[in-house]
């Protein structure tokens, strides 16, 4: 049983679309990332936010974490295949060394 | 190295046969992560150190498995007696430095994917 639900488990858009893809749970963390995975690679961090209500730009990545800390989303403008790949949330606890992971969004940008 | 590199990238194993993982982290990282990817899920945190003390195994899924940093730097991941439900991707990561809010920042290498027929 996953500490963290992702929605959509799939999406697959045409390029220059907007996305929205939510990372929830019932539990309180105090840290949340996200990552982008790529077949055959390492999750690879994006985004640290940390206080509820946060929002931190990246491009055209938007990233939020909920007011109670308990959720987060990320929005991507504009898409382009490039960022196609699996999207995982991990937040962290007290235990700032154990990270529980969900189990993702697979995206696929068509050009 | 310039990062994490994982040894070997595939391994396929028979039911009931050890098998032993490699991790070198990126040089001077004082914290190493395992972590575990099933087929379609997201990675499972295994275990933790800091230098050459594992300070976190809550997540070893039973005795089979053991994890080493003996000299602080490289890691073994070792599964004993494997069984089919240990096919995974097997992760590791390290870790030099915490973010503002007290998390690790983790660089992941590419991983090593276990078959266990």
């Known amino acids: 049983t996953q500490l963290l639900e992702q929605s959509p488990q799939f999406l697959s858009i045409q390029e220059g679309e907007n996305l929205t893809v939510y990372c929830n749970s019932s539990?309180?963390?105090?840290?949340l990332q996200w990552y982008r995975q790529e077949p055959g690679e390492g999750p690879v961090l994006l985004v640290t936010?940390?206080?509820?209500?946060e929002v931190k730009k990246l491009k055209r990545l938007t990233f939020q974490f909920g007011d109670a800390r308990k959720d987060s989303s990320l929005h991507i403008t504009a898409a382009q295949p490039g960022d196609t790949g699996l999207y995982l949330c991990?937040?962290?606890?007290?235990?700032?060394?154990?990270?529980?992971f969900g189990s993702g969004t697979k995206l696929n940008v068509k050009p | 190295g310039a990062g994490v590199s994982q040894s070997p990238r595939y391994k396929v194993a028979k039911r009931g046969q050890d098998v032993a993982l490699r991790c070198d982290p990126i040089?001077?990282?004082?914290?190493l992560f395992w972590y575990q990817q099933a087929l379609g899920q997201g990675p499972e945190f295994l275990t933790y150190?800091?230098?050459?003390?594992?300070?976190?195994k809550s997540g070893l899924p039973s005795d089979r498995f053991f994890a080493e940093r003996p000299e602080g730097s490289v890691s073994t991941l070792k599964i004993q007696r494997t069984q089919q439900e240990d096919s995974a991707v097997y992760l590791c990561?390290?870790?030099?430095?915490?973010?503002?809010?007290?998390?690790?920042?983790?660089?992941f290498g590419a991983g090593s994917r276990l078959t266990v027929l």
């Open positions: 539990s309180v963390f105090s840290s």
């Open positions: 990561a390290s870790s030099s430095r915490t973010d503002y809010s007290g998390a690790n920042v983790l660089t």
């Open positions: 936010v940390v206080t509820g209500g």
């Open positions: 991990a937040g962290a606890k007290n235990n700032f060394n154990k990270f529980y």
């Open positions: 040089s001077g990282h004082v914290s």
């Open positions: 150190f800091q230098n050459e003390a594992q300070l976190d």
